[in-house]
């Protein structure tokens, strides 16, 4: 069993839970009710209607996407995934109706390459094209990349009709530009001869919940106006249990007209005056989702659950500062929410080494993701006990660990004559040949190893034996081979090494020799 509560979990991103949310489960369940209309379930209705209105209120949303307006509204989803393709299949049946198609061949989807991946799904289920856009320097999708992209389509014939802007991407936690975006969108709007009625739809499963905070609406509202719906996952970080998809609507009745099955056995005399929530998503029985996610409010409050999300930013931050000053990592995007994604220097296959050596060990558990050809690492800040000392124990397994993976790599380099400079061989000084009994070689230095190799003349196929630190470290000690030593026995003419080299090597050493207590 994966413990997704620990607070050494940093992994995907936080599953929400409480004892208020738990009580609200329980009372669901004993409750029994499938509230797939006001005549199956009038409470059920009644109270996802008020607890939607007021988290659109929390985040600042317009009036437009509450119920109070008599035009949107929000409603519970299983997950951000449901939500992203309701929109979609909302979005391609008012394509069909405004264009008279009769097929879905000319229809085409946009998002950022970093979108995540039920975007992808969902414009496989819709039978659309999807445009992967390529993201910008802040690995985010702009308005005027995806504006070429619309522009091109058109002039091949073809109609776009939905844009899914994502605000807290999976991998690093980035955002779309969504104001250049709208302004796009608005733009392209008055400039193609026949009707083009873009839907766009905002995906921002984890961040959104941050949106309670007054400090990070502007993510949200800086470019809402061309906003057709939006959606989070209550689930990820509002303290409450899966499943409790947040979705909200501009106009409800895109989602009626193509959502709405009315059998006589489901209709009721009041389903013209209140909201019946099977019209608005696929599955006709619905639970009662909203008791769980009123408990959570009335419990913690608003500012309570702001406490909460700000502590984990705060954290994701402390944990940021640590890997700044270590200079053999670098992170990639910036520290936004509670995630922060980072790399070793160099290939990424050390990255990958590293990641499986930590989570091998049993002491940390977090993922990866590919990020413009870098492989990275995710470190998430996901569970509710997960303190100061929390942050400071997971750097010192992470520093521990790419302390070993650094020399290992170094000790496993392979020599190629002619390939490398004296001052590269130098840092090869920690290869240790093995006999090789069928040719009668008993070379036991690297110079020595380096000549044999330059006479032969082709590829040295030899045997090495990857050594321990602790073995490699006394083998090192015990032959008295300082870093001196091995760089004046490795330079041809008996020159002082360069400087780099110098430094590199007894780094390796202190490496090799020194423990970390975690």
Request: glycine share 6%; aromatic share 8%; hydrophobic share 40%.
């Amino acid at each position: 069993m994966t413990n997704w509560q620990h607070p050494n979990f940093h992994a995907y991103f936080p599953a929400g839970n409480s004892y208020p949310s738990i009580l609200g489960e329980l009372m669901e369940s004993a409750l029994g009710c499938i509230g797939f209309s006001w005549a199956a379930a009038p409470s059920c209705t009644e109270l996802e209607i008020v607890v939607m209105d007021w988290l659109g209120k929390a985040i600042g949303l317009p009036e437009d996407f509450l119920h109070c307006s008599g035009k949107g509204g929000g409603v519970l989803q299983g997950s951000a995934s449901e939500s992203v393709l309701v929109s979609m299949l909302a979005a391609r049946h008012r394509a069909f109706k405004t264009h008279r198609l009769s097929s879905s061949t000319r229809l085409v989807a946009y998002c950022s390459m970093l979108a995540h991946s039920c975007v992808e799904k969902a414009a496989s289920l819709c039978n659309v094209r999807l445009r992967q856009l390529e993201p910008d320097a802040d690995f985010g999708l702009s308005g005027e990349t995806l504006r070429q992209a619309i522009e091109k389509d058109i002039h091949d014939n073809l109609i776009p009709f939905f844009v899914c802007a994502t605000l807290g991407t999976t991998s690093i936690c980035s955002f779309d530009n969504l104001p250049s975006i709208s302004d796009a969108l608005s733009s392209l709007k008055g400039t193609s001869e026949t009707p083009l009625d873009i839907w766009l739809h905002v995906d921002s499963a984890y961040a959104g919940n941050a949106f309670i905070c007054p400090e990070f609406q502007h993510l949200l509202l800086d470019g809402i106006e061309e906003v057709d719906s939006l959606e989070f996952n209550a689930n990820k970080w509002l303290l409450t249990n899966f499943d409790c998809g947040c979705m909200w609507v501009r106009d409800r009745l895109h989602l009626e007209d193509c959502l709405s099955v009315d059998p006589l056995y489901l209709k009721h005399d009041h389903q013209h005056l209140t909201a019946d929530f099977r019209n608005w998503g696929i599955p006709l029985s619905r639970r009662f989702r909203s008791l769980k996610l009123w408990f959570v409010i009335r419990r913690f409050g608003l500012t309570g659950l702001q406490k909460h999300i700000r502590e984990q930013v705060r954290l994701a931050k402390k944990f940021t500062k640590l890997l700044q000053k270590d200079t053999r990592f670098e992170q990639i995007g910036k520290t936004r929410m509670g995630l922060v994604s980072f790399k070793l220097k160099g290939e990424n296959e050390l990255s990958e080494r590293l990641l499986g050596v930590i989570n091998n060990s049993g002491q940390l558990f977090m993922v990866p993701a590919k990020v413009k050809h870098n492989y990275v690492i995710r470190f998430c800040v996901c569970s509710t006990s997960t303190t100061n000392s929390d942050i400071e124990r997971a750097w010192n397994v992470i520093s521990y660990h790419a302390d070993h993976v650094l020399a290992d790599e170094i000790i496993e380099m392979t020599l190629c004559p002619g390939e490398l400079s004296p001052a590269d061989l130098a840092t090869n000084s920690f290869l240790f040949p093995c006999k090789d009994n069928s040719r009668g070689d008993e070379h036991e230095s690297v110079p020595d190893l380096i000549r044999s190799r330059s006479t032969v003349g082709q590829p040295f196929r030899r045997p090495f034996r990857r050594y321990s630190t602790s073995e490699l470290s006394h083998r090192l000690l015990s032959r008295s081979l300082s870093s001196a030593a091995c760089l004046q026995s490795l330079t041809p003419t008996g020159n002082a090494p360069h400087k780099t080299t110098q430094l590199r090597l007894d780094t390796i050493l202190n490496a090799l020799k020194k423990e970390r207590p975690f």
